[in-house]
């Protein structure tokens, strides 16, 4: 899937293949080490987790994305049961990852994701509720 703008979602069929995307892309080798993985929330907390405990979380959520070279998001889906509101999430906090400005240091910028994320998240749980409230009143 392609923007006119050059950037671009690569789909993977299984979180394995997403995964080994990741640790075959520049600069995503350091999160994973020793048998961790390691990332920032969107308060600059650096949190370390076993790798396979991630990848239950994961696949538990159902949905996992990260961003290659500031143009293209790398993205797996479980199936078409998993939320929208979920999936708009995790592809915005991607998309603010391509977005200028670019900031110097992880933290800010996953700071900066996590703002978005947060903003899709929230917009698309009120458009949801909206819209089921129209459809219940027979609009």
Not at 23 to 37: L, S, V
Not at 61 to 86: E, M, R, S
Request: net charge neutral; aromatic share 10%.
């Amino acid at each position: 899937m392609s923007a006119s703008n050059g950037r671009r979602i690569l789909m993977y069929d299984t979180f394995a293949e997403c995964l080994a995307a990741f640790q075959e892309a520049e600069g995503h080798q350091k999160a994973i080490h020793d048998g961790m993985w390691e990332w920032v929330d969107q308060f600059g907390t650096q949190h370390t987790i076993k790798i396979e405990s991630a990848k239950r979380k994961i696949r538990k959520t159902g949905v996992w994305a990260f961003t290659q070279d500031k143009k293209t998001i790398h993205l797996w889906i479980k199936d078409a049961t998993i939320p929208l509101h979920t999936v708009v999430a995790v592809i915005a906090h991607e998309m603010a990852h391509i977005k200028r400005p670019w900031h110097r240091t992880y933290r800010e910028e996953e700071r900066k994701a996590c703002e978005y994320e947060d903003i899709a998240y929230n917009a698309t749980v009120a458009a949801e509720l909206i819209i089921e409230k129209a459809a219940n009143d027979g609009r």
